[in-house]
């Protein structure tokens, strides 16, 4: 158990880097860790990675907001409305069966791969608000956040999106602000499952401790790789979990079938020929990572 638990807590702070580096990322990391290396039940993984990716985005989130890219007022409506979803999220979780639940967990991880991989067009010509709308927030947040209490996943990598191509905020703002709202919502989803789940707190608070170590090791890291690089390269990985976890759903004769993990590469090969040609059309203007001055965002 020593050497699972030295395992686990080292893997953690990966956790904690993807989310210094993407402002996302930490739940698809975390269930998987917890279910395939802690060997905890679906459920369990799914709560306990609820608290530790809420505490790694509350810390993650302070460097961004000292350097004034984070939108308070739209993180915080956001957060509010999400927190509502992820309560009726978590509660929800106990009537679904666990392997439904790391279905859609795995289903999950590989959408927001595939909208990683793509990469997303600048808003060009479009002026960026300095708030969003307050009810496209809320709907955006209450449904964003259901999802997220649900199975644990898709906070940063749906909220990023929400604000920066719904809201057309920059890049930089939207990860920031993406934190407060991660960090809000994940506590959110953990108070619904506590009605039914225990935690392990001795080994929530070892792998939490580790990805907030990893969350600053990834905030030193961010302005020296290549966003564009480091999106897609994280993006393909998440499609290996994704597959990983999803195959692990299968019964087991099927698992062991070579026509499916033939039709699988195949998948795989239509997937990147369809990801190269989206990421030629999506190759004009994007806007740029350091595109907000350290401190000026928020004062516009």
Do not use: C
Request: charged share 10%; no cysteine.
């Amino acid at each position: 158990m020593s050497a699972t638990l030295l395992l686990t807590v080292a893997l953690a702070v990966v956790i904690g880097i993807s989310l210094g580096l993407l402002g996302g990322g930490g739940s698809i990391l975390a269930v998987p860790l917890l279910v395939y290396v802690a060997d905890l039940p679906a459920k369990e993984a799914i709560a306990t990675s609820l608290l530790v990716v809420g505490a790694t985005s509350a810390v993650g989130m302070l460097p961004h907001a000292r350097a004034g890219r984070v939108r308070w007022r739209t993180g915080l409506i956001f957060g509010l409305a999400g927190m509502t979803g992820a309560y009726a999220g978590g509660r929800l979780a106990e009537f679904v069966p666990a392997g439904v639940l790391l279905t859609g967990f795995a289903i999950m991880m590989l959408a927001t791969a595939v909208a990683m991989i793509r990469g997303r067009r600048a808003a060009e010509g479009r002026p960026t608000p300095h708030e969003l709308p307050v009810l496209r927030v809320v709907l955006d947040g209450v449904v964003v956040g259901l999802v997220t209490g649900l199975v644990g996943a898709g906070g940063g990598f749906l909220v990023v999106p929400a604000l920066a191509l719904l809201g057309g905020l920059p890049m930089p703002v939207a990860v920031g602000t993406s934190l407060v709202v991660i960090a809000m919502k994940s506590f959110a989803g953990l108070a619904g499952y506590l009605s039914s789940v225990s935690i392990n707190w001795g080994l929530a608070a070892a792998v939490t401790l580790a990805a907030i170590l990893g969350s600053f090791a990834g905030g030193r890291l961010a302005g020296k790789i290549p966003a564009d690089v480091l999106r897609k390269a994280f993006g393909w990985f998440v499609v290996v979990m994704g597959v990983f976890v999803l195959a692990q759903q299968l019964p087991g004769d099927l698992r062991s079938d070579p026509l499916l993990w033939v039709g699988v590469g195949v998948a795989a090969a239509i997937a990147v020929v369809l990801a190269a040609r989206g990421g030629k059309r999506g190759s004009g203007p994007r806007e740029p990572v350091a595109s907000v001055p350290a401190g000026s965002s928020s004062r516009r």
